[in-house]
């Protein structure tokens, strides 16, 4: 019998079923997958590296890289924008290898 997941969404929070009785707060993570880029049926990541070349993906990859690290300090969240970068670095050498 598949697995399938029950939730439920009130005042623009997810909860899931955690067992027969009781609802959970779903956890979000900001880094690794942020809600708002799996909205269809891929990540967007995927759907950005389906759509290039080798050489332009690592370019974007490299890009974001730059972009987190030099902005971290600014936006309020400085550590979060310090571990986006390195999800992006950890990518382009899953990459590269």
């Known amino acids: 019998m598949e697995n399938v997941r029950k939730e439920i ?3 623009g929070n997810t909860y899931v079923l955690e067992n027969e009785d009781n609802y ?7 880094v690794n ?27 974007y990859l490299k ?11 600014f936006k309020g969240e400085p550590l979060e924008d310090l571990k986006k970068a390195n999800w992006y670095l950890n990518r ?3 990459e590269v290898e």
């Open 9 to 11: 969404k009130y005042n």
């Open 24 to 30: 959970v707060a779903e956890k979000h993570d900001n």
């Open 33 to 59: 997958s942020p809600n708002h880029y799996k909205q269809g049926k891929k990540e967007t990541i995927d759907v950005i590296q389906d759509c290039m070349t080798n050489d332009e993906y690592h370019g």
């Open 63 to 73: 890009g974001n890289v730059l972009k987190y690290v030099s902005r971290y300090k």
């Open 92 to 94: 382009l050498i899953k």
